[in-house]
Each structure stands twice: as structure tokens, then as C-alpha cells.
């Protein structure tokens, strides 16, 4: 059965940090990209970052660079995501989600579709607030 459970998120005063966990089972981790898309109240998904199934290639969103930081853990089959200088406007629930690359090790998806991965967590919240 695969799975994908994040934890991590919680309630933070503007500035603060957070770091997101995302466990993964069922299915081989390495072989997947992986990203962080969200979704703020009221709001459509976001896609917020990804990372190559290797761990070695990174992209942000620009509302995130420079903040947010991805990695991947292939040993423990957990991806992350570092947190920083949190804004009230990073209030949302984080997903993770997993996209199969084929036989590019160079490969991942930066779209916000749910139905464009192959596996896609419950979700943690965030909440930004003082």
C-alpha cells in the first residue's frame, strides 16, 4: 500500500521556522521526483518546490526562494522541506506528491494538478500567525 504522510506543520509567528517531514512507503522512493505543492483557504494548489529523485537537482517557486529549502532522503525515504522567515501568506496545507521519472535522473514536475502525480499525500498544516 503506498503512503505518503507528512508532519511537520504547526502554528509559527511571522519570522519563525518550521521544517516539514514527508515519510513515504509502498513504493521505491529513489526512483520518484518529489515536490511540496499547498493550498492557502479559499485558495487553488500551489506548487511550491521539487526535487530530482536523486536529491541532487532543486527548483522554488518564486514566493519561496531564497526561504525554503528541499531535500530527499532516499536511505530513510523521507523528503523534507526547511522552512524559513515565515509570512503570514505561507498559511496553508502542505502536501507532498510524488512523480514518476522514467529513466531521467535529471527529472521533475513543477505543476500544481493533483491528477499529473502518481502518489499525493494527506497533508500538514501550516499556520503563519502572531
Known amino acids: 500500500q503506498v503512503q505518503l504522510v507528512e508532519s511537520g506543520g504547526a502554528l509559527v509567528q511571522p519570522g519563525g521556522s518550521l521544517r516539514l517531514s514527508c515519510a513515504a512507503s509502498?513504493?521505491?522512493?529513489?526512483?520518484?521526483?518529489m515536490s511540496w505543492v499547498r493550498q492557502a483557504p479559499g485558495k487553488g494548489l500551489e506548487w511550491v518546490s521539487a526535487?530530482?529523485?536523486?536529491?541532487?537537482?532543486?527548483d522554488y517557486a518564486d514566493s519561496v526562494k531564497g526561504r525554503f529549502t528541499i531535500s530527499k532522503d532516499n536511505a530513510k525515504n523521507t523528503l523534507y522541506l526547511q522552512m524559513a522567515s515565515l509570512k503570514p501568506e505561507d498559511t496553508a496545507l502542505y502536501y507532498c506528491?510524488?512523480?514518476?521519472?522514467?529513466?531521467?535522473?535529471?527529472?521533475?514536475?513543477?505543476?500544481?494538478?493533483?491528477?499529473?502525480?502518481?502518489?499525493w499525500g494527506q497533508g500538514t498544516q501550516v499556520t503563519v500567525s502572531s
Open positions: 506528491a510524488a512523480k514518476a521519472t522514467g529513466s531521467s535522473n535529471n527529472y521533475y514536475y513543477t505543476g500544481n494538478s493533483k491528477g499529473r502525480y502518481d502518489y
Open positions: 526535487i530530482n529523485r536523486g536529491g541532487t537537482l532543486t
Open positions: 509502498g513504493f521505491t522512493f529513489s526512483n520518484y521526483a
